[in-house]
T-cell receptor, first 114, second 112 residues
Framework: DAGITQSPRYKITETGRQVTLMCHQTWSHSYMFWYRQDLGHGLRLIYYSAAADITDKGEVPDGYVVSRSKTENFPLTLESATRSQTSVYFC?????????????FGPGTRLTVL | AQSVTQLGSHVSVSEGALVLLRCNYSSSVPPYLFWYVQYPNQGLQLLLKYTSAATLVKGINGFEAEFKKSETSFHLTKPSAHMSDAAEYFCAVSATGNQFYFGTGTSLTVIP
């Protein structure tokens, strides 16, 4: 199916464990983004990527690692999960770094850290 | 720097009534503004966007928004609410590059 997909959709993990959230898009968009959504904060940017092997920090990058070896994939890794990282994570993609470009969002991953 | 304020985290309207969701922005350069909708357990979907072509922007599902520079506002309206409009609504701003800054969201409840 075309579009942007995320896996898993739901994940429960324990404090200190490593967990990777996957994001895949079929549009060949250059830009990809990771956001977290929390009550009272809306969506906040964690990391973004302009192309394969080019990534940059967003507003809340601490505790997260990203990579982008292929244009279509943009995994987000929590190297040692903490309870404060319990959140809903959204991946998004965009054609270019133009301010009026729409960002297309995946369905989200609900992560619970116990 | 850019930021967005959405007044009212929860809004309730009766079916058939006017929907008004408020968004005020702050931007040091001319902004681009977006409204996204999020239905339960789904990702965000673009409703409409302002890109300086016209101050009154029409979007999907009967929604529209008006850019008012003097008031730094981009409020979302719909003349007649439908039950299917119940969702979370996010306003976002971008200015330099495609980095979005989102508001905290407004949850819309439609009362039958």
């Amino acid at each position: 199916d075309a579009g942007i997909t995320q896996s898993p959709r739901y994940k429960i993990t324990e404090t200190g464990r490593q967990v990777t959230l996957m994001c895949h898009q079929t549009w060949s968009h250059s830009y990809m983004f990771w956001y977290r959504q929390d009550l009272g904060h809306g969506l906040r940017l964690i990391y973004y990527s302009a192309a394969a092997d080019i990534t940059d920090k967003g507003e809340v990058p601490d505790g997260y690692v990203v990579s982008r070896s292929k244009t279509e994939n943009f995994p987000l890794t929590l190297e040692s999960a903490t309870r404060s990282q319990t959140s809903v994570y959204f991946c998004a993609s965009s054609e270019s770094w133009v301010a009026d470009n729409e960002q297309f969002f995946g369905p989200g991953t609900r992560l619970t850290v116990l | 720097a850019q930021s967005v304020t959405q007044l009212g985290s929860h809004v309730s309207v009766s079916e058939g009534a006017l929907v008004l969701l408020r968004c005020n922005y702050s931007s040091s350069v001319p902004p681009y503004l977006f409204w996204y909708v999020q239905y339960p357990n789904q990702g965000l979907q673009l409703l409409l966007k302002y890109t300086s072509a016209a101050t009154l922007v029409k979007g999907i599902n009967g929604f529209e928004a008006e850019f008012k520079k003097s008031e730094t506002s981009f409020h979302l309206t719909k003349p007649s609410a439908h039950m299917s409009d119940a969702a979370e609504y996010f306003c976002a701003v971008s200015a330099t590059g495609n980095q979005f800054y989102f508001g905290t969201g407004t949850s819309l409840t439609v009362i039958p």
